[in-house]
């Protein structure tokens, strides 16, 4: 990158939306904010109100794109989306109740404790169900594209919480498996930087996590 310039990405989680509440697996289906998500989304907005930001990006799923509009509507910048942003798809299981998943699925996950790190980033709980590598390649692929073609330049990105816990998985951040649904919270964010090749954590807001 020319000039080793840094890029710096906040990354935000979206708000709490209706099935957040119900304890339903989104995935690649959506559901609505609630009324306390589109609050985080605006306390999240006024956190970062004095962040001059060059472009948003938001995965195009309806939770993450209305979180995006609320942060980015004093900024009066239009909110690009790209599917490279969704939350990973469980399969079969997008739409399922929290507890009939976790049902369904506790043999698998019996059979997952038992491999070697290396192999559970590769694991699949489900047909057609996105594995953590499958889905942080796809995330930092498009951070990278993002980093070189922003060169020098603060980046919002509004995306979901497996994809942030993920991220900093890879990161280095937690072991894996640590980061369980749940500890990063709705609206909270990462702050980044990117040379287009390596990321650089230099800020967690909103994580819960001993």
């Given at each position: 990158m020319k000039g080793n310039q840094l890029t710096t990405f906040y990354i935000v989680r979206h708000g709490q939306t209706e099935w957040n509440v119900l304890h339903k697996i989104q995935g690649h289906l959506d559901s609505p904010l609630t009324k306390q998500g589109k609050q985080e989304a605006k306390q999240t907005a006024q956190k970062l109100k004095d962040v001059h930001f060059d472009a948003v990006y938001s995965s195009d799923l309806l939770r993450a794109k209305h979180t995006a509009k609320i942060i980015a509507l004093e900024k009066k910048l239009e909110v690009m989306t790209s599917k490279a942003l969704r939350e990973r798809t469980f399969g079969e299981h997008d739409g399922s109740m929290g507890n009939e998943y976790t049902e369904k699925t506790k043999h698998l996950l019996e059979k997952y404790k038992k491999l070697a790190t290396d192999q559970k980033w590769k694991f699949k709980f489900a047909k057609g169900y996105e594995s953590d590598e499958g889905l942080v390649i796809r995330f930092i692929t498009f951070l990278r594209e993002i980093a070189i073609a922003y060169q020098g330049k603060t980046i919002l990105i509004v995306t979901h919480g497996g994809n942030i816990r993920t991220f900093l998985t890879k990161?280095?951040?937690?072991?894996?498996?640590?980061?369980?649904?749940?500890?990063?919270?709705?609206?909270?964010?990462?702050?980044?930087?990117?040379?287009?090749?390596?990321?650089?954590?230099?800020e967690v807001e909103g994580i819960d996590y001993i």
């Open positions: 990161l280095g951040y937690a072991e894996h498996g640590k980061l369980t649904p749940g500890t990063f919270k709705n609206a909270g964010y990462i702050i980044i930087e990117s040379d287009g090749v390596d990321f650089f954590l230099k």
